[in-house]
């Protein structure tokens, strides 16, 4: 039958160099970010709203899987051809980027990398401020699809809070548009919103209109640096309800400290339980004093050091040490497994402390660190996925962490998406009625269930399997 | 069938008075701020989630309609008892509004006038952003159901922005909590953003939790007056790509201008095509320079008078303006029709073109002003209900400025909801898939359909209506 759908396919792509078959190509698309290893049968890259409505009306002719896919950069699972047919690889259809300076948009084609649209709104004067870490390699396609966030979520939200319009073609083929290019618009349901994060099980995104930003006219970095863990989560809050919305507001306990300082010897405090990385953006007058009212309510809460970066040499300095977590973590072991639980602010101390148990309780390399200032914190754990004693501790302990996060008030994932590896973990939180009424709106528009399957909702027993990736 | 059904309620509610039955009562919940007349059979006040919950389990039993209502403010008819059955009033349920400080969070039960929330988050150092013009009047409830806007949705958005988390009664009767209490959240489909703004037909809010924001540290208001319309939306354009995003940017044309004066005589220029009024926010340094640099981008597009107001009684005087415009007009005539039709930013000039000769062919009182920032325009045509001639021509000139809205790209509606009033133009924004996909979210959530029915979607052959209100 694959034979016969290929034929079609070669009948609605032109260029048959878009349709990809050969097992080295196929290899290239059976994995992510994330853990697991799945061979799609074809691979085609489109090019339009047409091919893939076409695409997705002989898939379901045929019943075959479609996973929309962009760079591969889920640490979720998301793009994983799970249950093999066919991968769309969006990567190459980045052709549109228009900036809209009146409108104060953006209209983005889905394989456009994300920082080039934030780099062109500054061209005009603007910023889109969605910042995922990935942004440099990430599609907004995929960005869209996971509802991305990222260290400025804190004062501009994530993703979801830019997309203003959608092009979709929906499972069964049909090309719908969703929301506009108006800022306001309660004309019926908000399918934009509810397909920007549905992971590409709802739609598939063919174009998008992303709201802009002014760009903030300055912007200024600090750091302070605690003794006790207890005391930056004072500071933290403090500083938000001194009126003041620091663009980003990272933290990094000891281990993400000392692991850094082993990397590459910046002169980071390894002494310290914690530090937190501020910046704040606007206008120069405000920041120039914001920063120094940031740095009153660090030291009242007893900060050991509080440092104000004195130019944008310095402050790329202190941020050099956030950025260096990852790079630093993996070179300690091969394997990492990035999580985003989420927990409400006040609960950030009680989380810390179920980290540290974890820790000790199953025996893994834990790191911690990430957006302190909106609770989305990245509890890291470093591994060797060879070890397979070690990966089952892992298991346990992924498992512990979700736990901890909803019995503290929080969410399994605040930016990663749930794909593949958070699937077992939905009922959990959010019941068996909350999680069937996610499926019947997925029943609704998927009737025969195969755009992106075997993401979101957990097949009967489904476990988390980190161990033979 | 109805009495044994009371007799039900009678068992669920234990407060009798709470159940209201007299026809003088019925009276009461037969209309809302929009157009027409339907006497539900009994009104209920619940005030738990429980009692919900038995209600809905008892009408979808009996296949009963159920109608949530907050204060009946509605301008589209959401709440109307359209086909007979049971209201359910959420204004007496208001007892509570919780602030959590760490979290920055609001919690509060649906019968909580909006305005109240803000104010106890300003006691707290923060304000609830969304301020629709209802607000001292209007519940949450309401306010979430229609995802009200108001004028600080140019800076901020609007009331789906601060939803994170919503306990919700299902159609069927089940409790499911959506979101949480984290702002970053991306565990499966977003429900929390489809229910809200849905106009109760996928669900009855009994609680929701509300991001909070810090309180800005001052403000500043001022008042450019324009010769030409085309001027000031040169200006509304340079403003914000300047890098300046105001609290607030309202338009008032001139017919908005004369009523005003002619109402309270506040020294207008009543011969100005437009005038525009700001409001920044923010640290006062940062104020104090943008409002300098505002006045330059006024100047420099042709304003004939730029008025930056000395103290917070002059802005009270500026925004006085603004603020009669609807007590004018209705002077003028006693049928208000409020529209909101939304038009991209870039295209208010054509917009205004447009109602310009709507207004002129179809002989209708039309008066334009609002939310000018983000396109979100309130034509409103004044006219008298009893008069059917004239109100045939102001349901064609309605109908007129729903075309022209989505000719130039807009939205039938962008903040107060489709109801009852806009359900026959849906379609036309939506095209037949679009709506669909909506249709089936609802048919799969409500398979019986007595939750609002009604509502939203158009009746086979639905028309506009406002002359037999």
Known sequence: MMD??????????????????????????SYDASFGVHLPDIVVQPKSAQEVTHIMKLANKHLIPVYPRGQGTSLSGGPLPVKGGIVLDFSKWDDKLEIDREDMVAIVSPGVLTSNINDAAMEQGFIYPPDPSSSHVSTIGGNLAENSGGPRGLKYGVTKDYVIGLEVVTPEGEIIRTG??????VTGYDLTKLIVGSEGTLGIITEATLRLYPKPQGNQTLMAVFDEMADSGKAITNILSAGILPAKL?????????????????GLPTDAEALILIELDGHPAAIADESERVRQVCEAADAKEVI?????????????????????????????????????????PAMFQRLKEIKEKYQVD???FGHAGDGNLHPNIIADKRDKDEMQRVEQAVEGIFQ?????????????????????FMEMELGEVGLDMMKRIKQSWDPNHILNPGKIFPEPGQKLVLSDG
């Open 404 to 424: 901890a996060a909803i019995e503290l008030g929080g969410t399994l994932s605040g930016e990663h998406g749930i794909g593949t590896l958070k699937a077992p």
């Open 180 to 185: 506009g290019r108006t800022v306001k618009n």
């Open 366 to 368: 834990l790191v911690v």
């Open 4 to 29: 016969e759908v290929l034929g079609q396919i070669r009948n609605i792509i032109k260029e048959q160099k878009r349709i990809l078959t050969d097992k080295a190509d196929l290899y290239s698309y």
């Open 308 to 348: 104000i970066a004195a130019n944008e040499q310095e402050a790329e300095n202190l941020w050099k040490a956030r950025k260096l977590v990852s790079p630093a973590i993996v070179r300690e072991k091969p394997t990492k497994i990035s999580e985003d639980a989420t927990v409400p602010r006040s609960k950030i």
């Open 250 to 266: 990272e933290l990094m306990d000891n281990a993400s400290i000392t692991a850094v300082e082993a990397y590459e010897p910046l």
